[in-house]
């Protein structure tokens, strides 16, 4: 599986945002979907992550509330909806694609990984 991000860009503390990560192969429909986020001189941390049917999703507390993800298997695309967007979530934001095995959150859970897009977001 590989992964593509897009969809980062500047805006003000409020504002919103759309994130997109596009998939190629056949077999993303069967995997659970993630996005991570990484801050300068932060560990990446769990965002968001949804399962391969879309029934399922979980949220770091962080976004609860205001971030929403999705998945649209017929175009091999997940989603992340973010709204009320505060200066501390710029980050670069990664997609990543993985087999569930007991957590949404762990970073060694996904065996594919995109290469970010950044998200600035101004007060």
């Known amino acids: 599986v590989q992964l593509q991000a897009s969809g980062g860009g500047l805006v003000q503390a409020g504002g919103s945002l759309r994130l997109s990560c596009a998939a190629s192969g056949r077999t993303f429909s069967s995997h659970m979907m993630g996005w991570f986020r990484q801050a300068p001189g932060k560990e990446r941390e769990f965002v968001a992550a949804?399962?391969?049917?879309?029934?399922?999703?979980d949220y770091s507390d962080s976004a609860k509330g205001r971030f929403t993800i999705s998945r649209d298997n017929d175009r091999n695309t997940v989603y992340l909806q973010m709204n009320s967007l505060k200066p501390e979530d710029t980050a670069v934001y990664y997609c990543?694609?993985?087999?569930?095995?007991?957590?949404?959150?762990?970073?060694?859970?996904?065996?594919?990984w995109g290469q970010g897009t950044q998200v600035t977001v101004s007060s």
């Open positions: 949804i399962s391969w049917s879309g029934a399922v999703n």
């Open positions: 990543a694609a993985g087999y569930y095995s007991g957590s949404w959150s762990d970073v060694n859970e996904y065996d594919y």
